[in-house]
């Protein structure tokens, strides 16, 4: 059965408990079969600097060369380019890091090859070009292109609107059809992204001519990274984030076509398809580094309740399904069958061996988790919960609730290793 502590009255470990013994490190290090996937932002760091709790579990997993000693991965919603991400990494605790190791919410997108050769428009902000040829899209447009091309498009840009009504504008109906949409991150000036999006998707993404009936349009392939409605940064409130882009650019459609917009894929924390991702990551680490065990346990160090723990869940609940349907099992709500399409893990991709059996959700309090804040929620019975997860994610409470929550990722690493000692010891953790 498994366990799963009260945040709100856990306090993280009684103890520092760093007396592990030399050999009992050794027994779980020496060739693992779990990895460890850190959340960065209010797990490793805040802003731009590292957590000293974040240098002091790094260090604990460390040989005496300074190489970690089990295999690391790194998974953010941020959309930052990953060779950036992996220096700063690097330079924070002192070790080598791959780019190929750090997870971002567009990343999985290597996996939608059939999409990599399309004329793909690419919504976010800078280097968002960049960051989809990276992924392997080869043929790729920004909402700004499209604007140029189709100047009488934008007339909520109020400037663009006086240079049409001077002339001062040149058409280009040669411009490649629009084939599908990447959506890295929210854009700048919404105002106009939205209402050149929602042409494309009227269009099937060639805005020449005006749909003869705006309910029969088939809709272009949408991939959307990174639903978080909200996001934490320097001010006293948190900002929207990408979201709410979604949401308005969801309901500008609804409102036009009578239609809820399809997602293709949906892809970043809490998706399954970013865990699987991950798992296949650690696999590839693993055999990088020598181990000879397959990869069982995947542990997840997060801070965000509703995103890293929802997620880690979501996969742990999705995993075992596939273990159900392997033994004949399954049911006809499984979590295999009951997702929407656009948290399908494709069967095509070219992934490593899924081998995980259980991912562990570990919660820290260092980050947009708040213990003394859900306590004092709790005292308040007439609050109504508020659920800010995308549409095509079900508002599940008790996935939000992690398998262990501790103070800060040093002590999650402690509970980790100790975890595993007693596995080793032969004692029944699940």
Known sequence: MREYDSPSRDDGYSTDNSDISTGDLDSVLNDPDFGILFDVDGVLARGSTPLDPAVRAIERLKDCDGNLRVPVAYVTNATNR???KAAQISKWFNMPVSPENVIHAPTPAKLLREYHDRHVLVIGQEHRTEIAEDLGFSNVCTIEEVAKAYPLLDMVDHDNRVAIAKGQYTENPNFPRVEAVLMIGEPKRWESNLQILIDLLLTEGKPTTAPSDVHKVPQLPIIACNMDLQ???????????HGA???????LYRKITGHDIHYTALIGKPCEITYRFAEHTISRIAKQMGLQKKI??????????????VGANLYDRYIRSLSNHE??????NDAVNSLPSSRLIPSNVELHEQTVERCHSVLVGTGVYNPAKIEADNQNAHKVPIY???RDIADEPHLAMPSKYVSDVYHGIQHILEREISRSDSVEID
């Open 296 to 309: 069982k346990k995947l542990y997840f160090i997060g801070d965000n309740p509703n995103v890293d723990i």
């Open 231 to 241: 996001f934490m940064a320097e001010a006293c409130m948190p900002r929207f984030g």
């Open 245 to 251: 882009f979604l949401l308005c650019l969801e309901a």
């Open 82 to 84: 990953s060779h950036d």
């Open 327 to 332: 033994n004949g099992n399954s049911t006809d």
């Open 388 to 390: 800010h997860g995308h």
